[in-house]
């Protein structure tokens, strides 16, 4: 059973040091500069768990550019959850939502969700 849990709520610190360790090791893959501590608390972030076990996070921010956009990050060999956990999400908001894939696998998913590509890495989910 997937739950997901947000950074106001108490249980969240019970995940928040592995959750900031996956973060710092793919940090660079997602392409954020942000501190972990920066996307909790400045972002739309939920935090996902199978079985009280930490599948990922996905968090959603307004660009520069005014647009919504989707971030994540995953531990491996969790494709199936994520694309569970991403549709979930993409009930929550209304409107064009857009993100960023720096990798075949990222992009697989986002395609899967229903995102269509509108650039070479840039996807859009209406």
Known sequence: M????IPTQKEFSEYKEECKTLYES???????????DFI???????????????IGAIYYFTDT????????FA???????CLECLKKS????????YAE??????ALCLLRCGFKR????????Q
């Not at 997937?2 to 849990?5: E, G, N, T, V, Y």
């Not at 793919?26 to 972990?36: A, E, G, H, L, Y």
């Not at 993409?90 to 939502?97: D, S, V």
């Not at 509108?118 to 989910?125: E, L, Y």
């Open 26 to 36: 793919v940090q660079t893959q997602i392409c954020d500069p942000n501190s972990f």
């Open 40 to 54: 909790c608390n400045n972002t739309f972030f939920y935090l996902f768990l199978n079985d009280n076990k930490l």
């Open 90 to 97: 993409l009930t929550w908001f209304k409107g064009r939502i």
């Open 75 to 81: 531990k491996r060999k969790m494709h199936f959850l």
């Open 2 to 5: 997937i739950r997901i849990i």
């Open 65 to 72: 550019d005014g647009k919504l956009y989707l971030n994540g």
């Open 101 to 106: 894939a720096q990798n075949r696998a990222s």
């Open 118 to 125: 509108i650039q070479k890495n840039t996807f859009c989910f």
